[in-house]
């Protein structure tokens, strides 16, 4: 229950406090010895009447009120977006990143932009590196005009071979923050926050050779170009 809701016995017990009085003035007004004045009896009788409707009155509207808004919340919750940025490795190989952006929310997200959040700190030569990638990708420079229920955009970000052989160790320590903007279908705006933290990654290996999947089609495609040089020949 709503806590501005009151519960249907507490409306019974206010009606009847409300009731009671003009029951009795009224049994007074037109009983036999009765000494007050049957008119302002009435007069009395009908402000309370009109003091009890006007009281269901607001109730009414009230608790219509909070049923409306209720229906208004459950229906936006049910068209909300949440867009979110991920890292993840390619298919290719574990040290190979791909920036993701994905829709993990309820409805379609609309014109969603993306901006870097500046802290106190500058950038270090790592971090700029991964912004210089990231501008050159047109919906991160420029915005993202819909993305769908997990819909998502993909794009390689780096390699932490050749991002450890320029910056060492120190790449781990590069974080960057991001405030992404968006909309539902209905133009309700939206913001999130979400972090790259590399530091999340070091330590971490890798058993075999990259994706199974991928490695059985490179060597289909090996199998494919021999028997076309055999046919060939």
Request: overall charge neutral.
């Amino acid at each position: 229950m709503n806590k501005d809701e009151k519960p249907l016995w507490m409306y019974w017990v206010l009606l009847a406090g409300f009731i009671s009085p003009t029951l009795f003035i009224a049994g007074v007004a037109v009983g036999s010895s009765a000494k007050i004045p049957s008119e302002s009896a009435w007069v009395y009788i009908s402000a309370i009447i009109s003091a009890i409707a006007t009281f269901i009155a607001v109730e009414t509207w009230r608790l219509r009120r909070t049923q409306d808004e209720q229906i208004d919340t459950n229906r936006k919750e049910n068209i909300k977006p949440h867009v979110e940025i991920f890292l993840e490795s390619s298919v290719v190989g574990f040290q190979f990143i791909i920036f993701k952006v994905e829709n993990i929310g309820r409805g379609l997200a609309r014109n969603v932009q993306f901006k870097i959040e500046h802290s106190e700190k500058e950038f270090s030569d790592s971090e700029k590196d991964i912004i210089t990638t990231l501008e050159k990708l047109s919906f991160f420079r420029n915005s993202l005009s819909t993305l769908g229920v997990n819909g998502t955009k993909k794009s390689f970000l780096f390699s932490f071979t050749d991002m450890y052989d320029k910056y060492d160790a120190g790449f781990y320590e590069t974080k960057l923050s991001f405030r992404i903007s968006f909309e539902d279908m209905e133009g309700n705006s939206y913001s999130t926050y979400s972090i790259i933290d590399l530091s999340e990654f070091k330590g971490i290996t890798e058993i075999g050779k990259g994706n199974p999947a991928y490695r059985t089609s490179i060597e289909l495609e090996k199998i494919r170009k021999t028997l076309d040089s055999l046919i060939k020949s």
